[in-house]
Every structure is written in C-alpha cells, then in structure tokens.
C-alpha cells in the first residue's frame, strides 16, 4: 500500500480531524505536531505528511545526506518511496498509535 504525500503546511490549515486528513489528532495533538514539527525543521530536517487509504498516517522528519541541498522536500519522496522497508515500519507503527518517524538519508558509498 502507499500511502500519499502531503506537505508539512496541512498541520497549519486548521481542523485536521474535521476534514478527516489525520483520524483521532485533537487540536491539542495538532499543536503538539506543529510544535514537533517546527523543532524538526530547526534542526534541518524536511518533513511531510504520509497517509495510507487506511487512513493510517505518519509525520515524517527527513535529514538529507550532509552535503546534500534539497530546495523542496518532495525532491526527497523518491528516496522515501524506494525504501520499502522504512515504508512498512511506518504504517506497521502508526498501526500501535506512533505517528511520528524520523529517517536519516545517506549517500551509497561509491567504488572506484
């Protein structure tokens, strides 16, 4: 299953739960990400929404490659998408209630 990507900027739209993007998220909880979110990119991290059609979903804080300049973090879904497994442990954790995951891209050492 995969899930859809959406923009951190959703957590500033208002009533999350209302328009049904994140089940379950209160506005006290959708302060609460705002606030996760805003240490997330303080540090350098990109971060986006991903929601399953389960309606399962995850906050995701990205650290690109040190070296690496990423002007738009949808320039980092393709990495995300190519990582099955980090895909699967995302939805299996938001499966137990943990919505929030923090993936650390690296660059593939190169041979000469």
Do not use: C
């Amino acid at each position: 299953m995969t899930p859809i990507f959406l923009p951190q900027t959703n957590l500033d739209t208002g009533d999350l739960l209302g328009i049904g993007l994140l089940p379950n998220v209160t506005p006290k909880g959708q302060d609460r990400l705002r606030t996760l979110r805003d240490e997330a990119i303080s540090k350098g991290a990109h971060v986006m929404l991903l929601v399953w059609p389960s309606r399962e979903w995850v906050m995701l804080s990205i650290e690109p490659p040190e070296g690496v300049l990423v002007e738009d973090t949808e320039q980092l879904i393709p990495s995300v998408q190519a990582n099955v497994t980090a895909l699967e442990l995302m939805l299996t954790n938001s499966r137990h209630g943990n919505h929030l995951f923090w993936m650390n891209l690296s660059r593939n050492a190169s041979q000469h």
